[in-house]
């Protein structure tokens, strides 16, 4: 397994991170205990979850991902400092979350507590806002007239964000938390926090986590390079665009008990003629050179530049044991050339 460093901190992660969302509602406490055994086995050290999860989000499953590993923790407490936890405050929209209300310092404080206990544990490693309170330009709605920027009170949420901040800071200092990072962010809100955190002196953006694949490459070039250049660790979600990549989806297709044969909260918004196009064009690609198509599209995901760690999650541990099996490939040039012909025919499917 090769490391990174995770942003400006001093924390080395592992390349791949190992995400949790589906712990809970497709897995069980069972399956969790032998996922983390296993990622741990191969060297993975940095685990992610989210008080959210698990998904598809309800109020039923509300905290329970965290539980699971909370359980986990309680039965193997000497074994805490084995790997950075990751977790997550829900933005607004979810009613039976804070009442759908935006993130506040309130909530922060409120929130972190509230992990701890269910994760049982002092600290969580990086605590992330999930969502920005602004609507961003993601889960297809990156597409030019989706959004109005020019409509959002760019004061009203630059104090809100530094109402956040300084609840960040004070978890920080508290030791409840020791980094902080963003998720569904763009390159104004990575860029805005560490304004406020320079001026304020304040805890400062260690990482984000947007969602990128083959299928959706938007982030490439300009937050990933606005990452680089600011000593901002890039954790790619959903790499495998939630399953569409290994091709199990095509021409509609819906396996007993995959994550599309169930109620999504945002729609199959990645279900659409030229994403099932695309797919089948990398699987073409897959095969042609001896390769699962989940193998190429996480293996190229972690070769791209300025990528810190790939968060992949799995339903089964045949599952696992590929993803994590694809961190060992290296794609060779021709690999790469007939991904970038096919991502040229294809570059926004979705």
């Known amino acids: 397994m090769k490391y990174s460093k995770l942003g400006s901190s001093n924390v080395e992660v592992s390349r791949v991170c190992l995400g949790t969302m589906t712990w809970g509602s497709q897995n069980s406490q069972q399956d969790a205990n032998a996922q983390i055994e296993y990622a741990l086995s191969q060297g993975i050290n940095f685990i992610d979850t989210a008080e959210m999860y698990a998904v598809p989000p309800t109020a039923k499953t509300y905290g329970t991902t965290e539980t699971i590993i909370g359980n986990w923790l309680a ?41 701890l206990q269910r994760l049982q544990t002092d600290y969580i490693d990086l605590y992330q806002l999930h969502w920005p309170n602004r609507t961003s330009p993601h889960f297809a709605k990156h597409h030019p007239g989706m959004l109005r920027f020019t409509d959002v ?14 609840a960040l800071d004070e978890c920080v200092k508290a030791g409840k938390i020791r980094y902080f990072g963003l998720s569904d962010d763009t390159p104004w809100g990575i860029n805005e926090y560490i304004r406020l955190s320079e001026q304020h002196d304040l805890v400062r953006v260690t990482s984000i986590q947007n969602e990128f694949n083959l299928l959706h490459t938007k982030d490439w070039p300009y937050l990933i390079e606005n990452c680089v250049h600011a000593d901002v660790a890039y954790l790619p979600w959903s ?7 290994t091709g199990k989806y095509i021409d509609g297709a819906r396996p007993a008990g995959t994550r599309w044969s169930k109620m999504q909260r945002n729609g199959l918004f990645r279900d659409t003629e030229t994403s099932n196009a695309a797919v089948k064009a990398y699987v073409e690609v897959a095969q042609r050179h001896g390769l699962t198509p989940a193998q190429l599209a996480l293996a190229w995901c972690n070769q791209v530049d300025g990528v810190t760690s790939t968060i992949i999650g799995a339903t089964s541990m045949a599952q696992l044991q590929e993803d994590i099996a694809a961190f060992e490939l290296t794609l060779d040039e021709t690999v790469l050339k007939d991904i970038a012909s096919v991502h040229r025919q294809y570059p926004v499917p979705f």
């Open 75 to 115: 039965q193997n407490s000497s074994r805490r400092s084995e790997f950075i936890l990751a977790s997550k405050i829900a933005g607004n929209g979810l009613k039976y979350i804070r009442n759908g209300g935006d993130i506040t310092g309130e909530a922060v404080i409120s929130s972190v507590d509230a992990s």
């Open 153 to 166: 009170d760019t004061q009203a949420h630059t104090a809100q964000m530094l109402e956040i901040l300084q």
């Open 239 to 245: 790499p495998l665009a939630a399953g569409a990549l």
